[in-house]
């Protein structure tokens, strides 16, 4: 055989076993090594927006009045310019599973008004085909906690007593109003309190383009007349260190109520998570309730 005629036939092979080790190593290490990098950048914009959407809360729950507000999710990442696969992901909205607030109002002609449990809810994001790591996000209680599996642990805190609850001083708060005749009796308590619920029909959201986690504010208000009694319950099954912090809010109020002279013997702790107030049927006690109903949606 002419040595002529083995030499291309040899470099065509060298040519062909590069070539087929290009390809392996692209597709065993290039193509992984950028499509995890891809879905890391896509996790990080899910956090940011369930960061955004956390202060969202805060903001509607603090001004108490009418809005509207979203914050877009990327449901889906892990695509690049070479491979544009992408994995996918599923927006859900949650009731906690106990409400976490009680009010009963007794007026001066014993009649007994309770305001049923005040609710909260969590929502949440949980990969589908991830190419780097089965890392999700739940908000829960006011603060973000990075998910994997059953595992999870704060975001922004180095562990769960490092939690602030920031969330509870704006879930509930009262103020007075002094009585004209004689200021250092009050008149008139204004109670703040609000609801988060799911959006009625609209709770889940999945596949791998953009979603959206939607918040509806709604302010209303209730008003009840020549008020003897107010008790305020706070729910003793919720997360140990939320219920701390939300008594903390409750007692805080329910003190700087008491300083009114028309207040019967100041704050009566019924239990560890239970306080009341009565009240002198002179002057005339007026109960404002203003009640913020927070609906959180996905679409």
Same mark, same amino acid.
């Given at each position: 055989?002419?040595?002529?005629?083995?030499?291309?036939?040899?470099?065509?092979?060298?040519?062909?076993?590069?070539?087929?080790?290009?390809?392996?190593?692209?597709?065993?290490?290039?193509?992984?090594?950028?499509?995890?990098?891809?879905?890391?950048?896509?996790?990080?914009?899910?956090?940011?927006?369930?960061?955004?959407?956390?202060?969202?809360?805060?903001?509607?729950?603090?001004?108490?009045?009418?809005?509207?507000?979203?914050?877009?999710?990327?449901?889906?990442?892990?695509?690049?310019?070479?491979?544009?696969?992408?994995?996918?992901?599923?927006?859900?909205?949650?009731?906690?599973?106990?409400?976490?607030?009680?009010?009963?109002?007794?007026?001066?002609?014993?009649?007994?008004?309770?305001?049923?449990?005040?609710?909260?809810?969590?929502?949440?994001?949980?990969?589908?085909?991830?190419?780097?790591?089965?890392?999700?996000?739940?908000?829960?209680?006011?603060?973000?906690?990075?998910?994997?599996?059953?595992?999870?642990?704060?975001?922004?805190?180095?562990?769960?007593? !490092?939690? !602030?609850?920031?969330?509870?001083?704006?879930?509930?708060?009262?103020?007075?109003?002094?009585?004209?005749?004689?200021?250092?009796?009050?008149?008139?308590?204004?109670?703040?309190?609000?609801?988060?619920?799911?959006?009625?029909?609209?709770?889940?959201?999945?596949?791998?383009?953009?979603?959206?986690?939607?918040?509806?504010?709604?302010?209303?208000?209730?008003?009840?007349?020549?008020?003897?009694?107010?008790?305020?319950?706070?729910?003793?099954?919720?997360?140990?260190?939320?219920?701390?912090?939300?008594?903390?809010?409750?007692?805080?109020?329910?003190?700087?109520?008491?300083?009114?002279?028309?207040?019967?013997?100041?704050?009566?702790?019924?239990?560890?998570?239970?306080?009341?107030?009565?009240?002198?049927?002179?002057?005339?006690?007026?109960?404002?309730?203003?009640?913020?109903?927070?609906?959180?949606?996905?679409?």
């Amino acid at each position: 055989m002419s040595e002529d005629g083995v030499a291309p036939v040899v470099a065509a092979m060298l040519i062909l076993a590069i070539g087929v080790t290009f390809f392996a190593a692209w597709n065993a290490y290039y193509v992984p090594s950028m499509k995890a990098q891809s879905e890391i950048t896509h996790l990080r914009d899910v956090e940011t927006g369930f960061l955004r959407f956390s202060s969202d809360i805060g903001t509607a729950a603090s001004l108490q009045r009418n809005m509207h507000l979203s914050e877009p999710i990327p449901l889906g990442g892990g695509e690049f310019t070479f491979d544009s696969v992408k994995s996918g992901g599923l927006l859900r909205i949650q009731n906690e599973t106990y409400g976490y607030m009680r009010i009963t109002i007794v007026n001066g002609t014993s009649a007994l008004t309770t305001i049923n449990f005040l609710h909260l809810s969590n929502y949440s994001y949980e990969p589908v085909n991830n190419f780097w790591q089965d890392q999700g996000y739940v908000w829960s209680y006011g603060y973000v906690n990075v998910t994997k599996g059953t595992l999870e642990t704060p975001l922004q805190s180095t562990n769960m007593t !490092d939690i !602030d609850y920031g969330l509870t001083g704006a879930l509930f708060s009262m103020e007075t109003v002094p009585w004209p005749e004689y200021p250092t009796q009050c008149s008139q308590i204004n109670v703040y309190s609000v609801n988060i619920t799911p959006a009625a029909g609209r709770t889940v959201a999945s596949g791998n383009g953009n979603g959206l986690l939607v918040l509806n504010s709604t302010a209303m208000s209730q008003q009840f007349t020549n008020v003897t009694s107010l008790t305020i319950s706070i729910n003793p099954y919720l997360p140990e260190g939320f219920q701390s912090a939300l008594m903390n809010e409750v007692n805080q109020s329910a003190n700087d109520v008491s300083a009114c002279g028309n207040v019967l013997g100041g704050v009566t702790y019924i239990s560890n998570t239970e306080v009341q107030l009565e009240f002198n049927t002179i002057p005339n006690m007026t109960l404002n309730r203003q009640i913020t109903d927070i609906s959180l949606g996905a679409e």
